[in-house]
């Protein structure tokens, strides 16, 4: 018998096992750096604007507390507004470009389709209603004003839906997913305090705290995975909570030293973007990675901007890209605002590299010696 017949067989050992090493040494010989932008905010053509969000195309929705700005790549654009609508603020953006948004000065509830504005309907009790989320159905979600209190809505085009409470008397819807799933707070019974809150249909369900007192659900991404914050058992301090799908316990996501956290944000790949306090009580913008590892943004802001005062303060969206939007504060002048923009870039790890090729290289050096 000849034995030759048994080479194809080594051969496809071989080759399996470097395309293992191969793929190990891919995938281990990337690491996320990000490039920042300022978005023109703190000197530029659109300096003292501010973002609430991004969508997954990239558009950051934002402005300067009169009139809502979109930005696409570093270039804003305002939406139109009619002749009454002063003192507009956009909230959210979806895929498609629609925004909602809140009408600061008469209280309305407002959709952006593009640029074409439309006042949705509010719960007829004057005062104020905002919309505070958007799904890419066009769905949002916020408070409307009814009685002495605010109460927590959904908008089916211009239909408005209100939302049960946890028993007490006021609420508010702060985030949707593409599944129509709406999360936010509400008031327990007697109004002895804000619970998260999760919403199917307009029926309430308590997500619960971290012992304390209160707690907040700000967002929900289509795996049903949901963010916000929660006092500690004993109320000394607030920490950002995840809550790992739709009947999880809530999930201490830590601080970066001091007494303070939230969450804000969350992507299709459970990136989280918010806040928290270091040891010595300075508020600034971070990311847990896959939920796990806490990073201080501040950490990729350029040094120029760092020496002039300026501090990523709170991260308020990151989208499916792992893009994240924030707010730039300055301890030199407290008057100044600014936003921020990080957009990931991938890096070779040099090790991994090195490993890769030390890998290829001893079975270039099989190879001959077998010929």
Known sequence: MNTKIFKPAKNKLAQAV???????????SQATDYTFSDLGTVSGPYAGMTVSGINNP????GGDGVTPYVWTGDVASPLDTQP????????????????????????????WNGSSATVVDTLGGG??????????????????????SFHPVRWDGNTITELDTLGGSAGVGGGINDAGIVVGQSRITNDDANHATLWIGAAATDLGTLGGTGSTANDINNKGQIVGWGNDINDISDHAILW?????????????????????AINDFSQIVGSSTLVDG??????WDTTSNLIDLNAYLPAELSTAGWVMTYGFGINNSGVIVGYLSNTADTSLAAAFKLTPTTVPVPGAVWLFGSALAGFMGMKRRKQ
Request: no cysteine.
């Open 18 to 28: 470097a395309l293992g090493i191969l793929a190990f040494a891919a995938n281990q």
């Open 58 to 61: 990239g558009q950051v929705i």
């Open 84 to 111: 009454d609508m002063d003192l507009t603020s956009g909230a959210a953006i979806n895929d498609l470009g629609q925004t909602a948004a809140i009408g600061q000065d008469r209280g309305y509830p407002i959709r």
């Open 127 to 148: 005062f104020i209603s905002a919309a505070l989320a958007i799904n890419n159905s066009g769905q949002m979600v916020g408070a409307s004003w009814f009685g002495s």
């Open 244 to 264: 790992n799908g739709l009947n999880a316990t809530p999930q201490d996501l830590g601080t970066l030293g001091g007494d303070y956290s939230a969450a804000q």
């Open 282 to 287: 300075s508020t600034h913008a971070v990311l």
